[in-house]
C-alpha cells in the first residue's frame, strides 16, 4: 500500500489518519453550553439521555444517579425531580414523551419502563410553582430481571421497549401484562422506533 491511499473521495494518511472529504470542511456556527447540577450536593450527575414534550416547554434529563429531572426548556429552571427518592433503582437509560401528550417514559436497567404524568408540571411552567412534579410513576411496566435499553410510544396506547435480547410490547390500558415478547436478538436492543401508525424494525447492537 502506498501512501497517502485513496480510497473512492477519502484520504487516509499514515501519520494523523486523517480523513479529507471531497466537500468543504462543515464549521461549527455557534455552541449552547449548560451544566446540570447532580442529585447529591458534591456529586455530579452525568446526562445519560434526555427528551423535550410535544410543545417544547418541557425538557426530562436521565441522569446518572438513577434520577430524572425536570427542566424549564426555555430558561433550563430546574422544576424538580421524578421519584422518591429516585425514579429507578438503577440506571435510567432512554426517557421519551408520548406524541402529543405529556406522559414520559422512562427505561431503566432495573428491568422496568415507568411513565410519568408531566400535565401539572406544563401547566404550571411560566408560574414558579413546581408542585406538579411526581412523587410516583403513573404506571410502571416491568420486563422482569432483564435490563431495558430503550423505550418509544406510539400516538395511540402502544408503547415498546428493548431489552438485552427482546422487543417487547405493551398495551397501556392493561400494563400488567405485555401484548407480546420477541426474542429475536443475542444482544442488546438499542433502540425502538415508531413510526406513525406503525412501529418500525429496532435497531441493535447485534455486532
Not at 432495573?110 to 411560566?126: K, M, Y
Not at 435499553?149 to 417487547?168: H, I, M, P, R
Request: hydrophobic letters at 35%; one cysteine or more.
Amino acid at each position: 500500500m502506498q501512501w497517502p491511499f485513496q480510497f473512492g473521495c477519502y484520504t487516509l494518511r499514515p501519520v494523523s489518519y486523517e480523513m479529507a472529504f471531497c466537500h468543504p470542511p462543515l464549521s461549527l456556527r455557534s455552541t449552547a453550553i449548560n451544566s446540570f447540577s447532580g442529585s447529591a450536593e458534591g456529586n455530579p450527575s452525568y446526562v445519560l439521555d434526555l427528551a423535550s414534550d410535544p410543545s417544547q416547554r418541557l425538557l426530562a434529563v436521565a441522569g446518572s444517579e438513577f434520577d430524572i429531572s425536570l427542566y424549564d426548556r426555555a430558561s433550563l429552571k430546574r422544576l424538580g425531580t421524578l421519584g422518591a427518592p429516585t425514579a429507578h433503582s438503577d440506571r435510567v437509560n432512554e426517557v421519551t414523551f408520548r406524541p402529543g401528550s405529556t406522559t414520559l417514559y422512562s427505561a431503566s436497567s432495573d428491568g422496568t419502563i415507568n411513565g410519568w404524568d408531566c400535565r401539572a408540571v406544563t401547566a404550571g411552567l411560566g408560574g414558579g410553582g413546581s408542585s406538579g412534579v411526581s412523587s410516583a410513576p403513573s404506571l410502571s411496566l416491568k420486563c422482569g430481571k432483564d435490563e431495558v435499553w430503550s423505550v418509544s410510544a406510539g400516538e395511540g396506547d402502544l408503547v415498546a421497549a428493548g431489552t438485552q435480547t427482546a422487543v417487547v410490547i405493551w398495551d397501556v390500558r392493561s400494563a400488567n401484562k405485555a401484548l407480546c415478547r420477541w426474542e429475536v436478538h443475542t444482544d442488546a436492543v438499542s433502540q425502538v422506533p415508531f413510526s406513525s401508525p406503525l412501529f418500525l424494525p429496532p435497531s441493535v447492537n447485534d455486532f
